[in-house]
């Protein structure tokens, strides 16, 4: 039926298998996520972690189909080398750079990213009646999920988009893997200093994509005085659930949505086309996985 973690549904020989392939992988919150939509449409299926080093990822990945699997998941540091070993990608995958879903299919293996989904469906269930076409948003990094968020906030139709790193070179690297997307959707591309004032003048959207604010990292710190009142502040990070950034702008007043949402969201596509069931985002599911977190 199911092991302490929840990784299991109803299990029989012909059940639907997929996983989350990473290294480490133990710290993993998808089979908790993935085994309480399991359990909740009584799905004879299982969603299992995979510990897979680096240099065995393809062996792993062309493996699946022979093993029955129907797709997993990929964390770090898969996602980037797997988009040169998948025989397609979607064109987030493309856009992005990097594949954190695979498929299983008749014609092979399909690469996907629903990072940048599940962002934008985070702020659309926590930040209700937000426009992308608002106002400028300010991103904060420069890594893989900075990269995620800003291909889906310019497909999503922000105009404008500042990047804010704490090593310039990065935030100007990213400006030049977004310019065509930016160009085609008609976006803006700024990169600014890290702390700079103007970064925040006017923002309608503050994301924070950074380590900075998770358990065992140093703070972000930051001034939000120049910050319009009604601008949302959302953080990626959900460990702790309320970082000092989120603390720090819901008693300016300002909207927040945490990193919880975008966790949770982003496995939806991966799970439908797994098992064949659309599942949504409930308080019971984020209570379930927050308890993951210990």
Same mark, same amino acid.
């Given at each position: 039926m199911t092991d302490g973690d929840g990784v299991s549904g109803y299990l029989s020989g012909r059940a639907a298998l997929a996983g989350v392939m990473g290294w480490p992988v133990g710290h993993s919150l998808s089979p908790r996520l993935h085994g309480f939509w399991?359990?909740?449409?009584?799905?004879?299926? =299982?969603?299992?972690?995979?510990?897979?080093e680096p240099d065995r990822l393809e062996q792993a990945l062309r493996a699946l189909p022979a093993l029955g699997f129907r797709g997993v998941n990929l964390t770090i540091p898969h996602k980037e080398p797997a988009l040169a070993l998948v025989d397609r990608t979607t064109p987030a995958a493309a856009r992005i750079g990097a594949v954190n879903t695979v498929i299983v299919g008749q014609d092979g293996l399909?690469?996907? %990213?629903?990072?940048?989904?599940?962002?934008?469906?985070?702020?659309?269930?926590? =930040?209700r009646g937000w426009e992308a076409g608002a106002g400028p948003a300010v991103l904060l990094g420069a890594g893989g999920a900075a990269r995620a968020i800003a291909v889906a906030l310019i497909d999503a139709g922000v105009l404008e988009?500042?990047?804010? %790193? /704490?090593?310039? =070179?990065?935030a100007e690297t990213l400006a030049a893997?977004? =310019?065509?997307a930016a160009r085609e959707r008609g976006a803006a591309l700024t990169v600014l200093p890290w702390q700079d004032e103007d970064a925040l003048a006017g923002a309608s959207l503050l994301v924070n994509t950074t380590s900075l604010g998770m358990s065992g990292q140093p703070p972000l710190e930051i001034d939000l005085a120049p910050l319009p009142a009604q601008a949302l502040v959302a953080d990626i990070v959900y460990s702790p659930l309320e970082t000092g950034l989120l603390a720090g702008a819901r008693a300016r007043g300002h909207p927040v949505v945490d990193g919880l949402g975008m966790l949770l969201?982003?496995? /939806?596509?991966?799970?439908?086309?797994?098992f064949g069931v659309a599942p949504e985002v409930t308080d019971a599911l984020r209570a379930t996985v927050l308890a993951g977190l210990g």
């Open positions: 399991l359990r909740q449409h009584r799905i004879d299926g =299982a969603y299992v972690p995979l510990a897979v399909l690469g996907d %990213n629903t990072d940048g989904y599940g962002f934008i469906a985070s702020l659309a269930a926590g =930040a988009l500042r990047l804010v %790193n /704490r090593t310039p =070179a990065r893997q977004l =310019a065509d969201h982003q496995a /939806r596509p991966g799970f439908r086309a797994w």
